[in-house]
């Protein structure tokens, strides 16, 4: 089973500021990776899949890149509906996982 | 509108069975996978398994093989996620969810979500 490991656990910045968070898998994942958002209360938002394309209606802020084993999830400039937790998944050889998430909060 | 909406809360006591249910409406319910997640109270996303309801085909994360049994009728557009023997450490939130372009690589529409509550 690929392993996920998600950095920073959390990261506290202020509005407007550029968020970077990290996806490592434990082997090659190619591009099957993509990253969610959770807000409190509230089902997961799909942002990213293949890597760095962006899903239906996800603003431009949010952009992914990465192949392999390490990705990441650029936020350009942080708005206030931002601040949530952002998780990573993959689907390469064997059962999809997800990473622990990276909890996104305000400074 | 593309939605997959759930079935609602449920308290249950160890060692009932439990069928929770996830009806897709707005597309082609037989040609896209559906996934099972699983969020326990304050923790993070846990992958079950997946059915691609055309054909029920069936894959079980290692973690959940023999515990849950995922199906689905095709005839009403609806999956399931059953167990026959419930555990306290079964309380949590259970999402269903659709597989981005028929396929499971990522999963692009989330239901509502179902809590399950197991306690004495």
């Known amino acids: 089973e690929i392993v996920l490991t998600q950095s920073p656990a959390t990261l506290s910045l202020s509005p407007g500021e550029r968020a970077t968070l990290s996806c490592r898998a434990s082997?090659?994942?190619?591009?099957?990776l993509a990253w969610y958002q959770q807000k409190p209360g509230q089902a997961p938002r799909l942002l990213i899949y293949?890597?760095?394309n962006r899903a239906t209606g996800i603003p431009a802020r949010f952009s992914g890149s990465g192949s392999g084993t390490d990705f990441t999830l650029t936020i350009s400039s942080l708005e206030p509906e931002d601040f949530a937790v952002y998780y990573c998944?993959?689907?390469?050889?064997?059962?999809?996982?997800f990473g622990q998430g990276t909890r996104l909060e305000i400074k | 509108e593309v939605q997959l909406v759930q079935s609602g809360a449920e308290v249950k006591k160890p060692g009932e069975s439990l069928k929770i249910s996830c009806k897709g409406s707005?597309?082609?319910?037989?040609?896209?996978?559906i996934g099972w997640v699983r969020q326990m109270p304050g923790k993070g996303l846990e992958w079950m398994g997946i059915?691609?309801?055309?054909?029920?085909?069936?894959r079980y994360s290692p973690s959940f093989q023999g515990q849950v049994t995922i199906s689905a009728d095709k005839s009403i557009s609806t999956a399931y996620l059953q167990w026959s023997s419930l555990k306290a450490s079964d309380t949590a939130m259970y999402y269903c969810?659709?597989?981005?372009?028929?396929?499971?690589?990522?999963?692009?529409?989330w239901g509502q979500g179902t809590m399950v509550t197991v306690s004495s």
């Open positions: 969810a659709r597989g981005l372009g028929g396929s499971p690589d990522a999963f692009d529409i």
């Open positions: 707005g597309y082609s319910f037989t040609s896209y996978w």
């Open positions: 059915i691609y309801p055309g054909d029920s085909d069936t």
């Open positions: 082997q090659s994942v190619s591009s099957y």
């Open positions: 293949d890597a760095s």
């Open positions: 998944q993959q689907r390469s050889n064997g059962p999809i996982t």
